[in-house]
């Protein structure tokens, strides 16, 4: 589950608990149901959204206990997490994970999702992890790496190696933004640039609009696969 909290102009989304934060689909409404509740919230100049997790793990990726063998369950599954994606594409507001554990496969997704990915020095790797368990990578994940991993050498080495890279390799990758010291250290500063993006007084739903427009493949992906209401009918 996650919780929503409010300070100044940051919003911090916290995936609670010391589990895996395994992307179910309990776990995804309870996401989405936080940031419906940002949206509603009195418009203020200015916001940022700043996603942490508790425990050892950013989010390891799809419940794949939960779905078993159940093909519907596991289209279900990324149905929600795209509808997840979408959400925060749209959000108006710049939108940082702080990665203080590992984020491995639809959990690296969701991470990436975001504007902007602070990481853990000493503790955490990002992960595609398909090849490794037998997996086919799901379309609109490469559509979504294409966008946020400019080098081709780089995506091979996520995709086709499954590489596990710790925060300084990330960053040298330039997969993310910057690497921190600890836990607590990362989320600072992932707040400190929320505050440092509220600062520059933007329209919130312009930015959102032209992340939308930066984001224009993986929305039309997405928009490609069928729904949540058609998957939920097979269950």
Partial sequence: MCTLEKRGDIYILTLTGSDEHRL???????????????????????SALVTIAEGRFFSNGFDLAWAQSS???????????????????????????SVTGHASAAG???????????????RGFLYMSELDIGL?????????LNCKIGDARVRTEVVLTAA???????????????????????????????????????????????????????????GTVPGEAKTMSKL
């Fill in 24 to 46: 179910n689909p309990t776990l995804i409404d309870s996401i989405r149901s936080a940031l419906r509740r940002v949206r509603a919230e009195p418009a203020s100049p200015s």
């Fill in 136 to 144: 086919v990578l799901p379309d609109w994940f490469m559509v979504l």
């Fill in 108 to 122: 690296m997704i969701l991470a990436l999702s975001h504007d902007y990915v602070l990481m853990r020095k000493e």
């Fill in 71 to 97: 093909q519907p369950r596991r289209e279900l599954m990324s149905a929600k997490l795209q509808l997840l994606v979408k959400e925060l594409i749209s959000l108006p507001m710049p939108t940082i994970a």
């Fill in 164 to 222: 596990k890279l710790t925060a300084e390799m990330a960053a040298a990758r330039g997969i993310v933004h910057s690497a921190h010291d600890g836990a607590e250290g990362t989320v600072e500063a992932a707040i400190r640039l929320g505050q440092e993006l509220v600062k520059r007084g933007w329209d919130g739903n312009v930015y959102g609009k032209n992340r939308m427009v930066v984001l224009k493949e993986v929305l039309e992906k997405i």
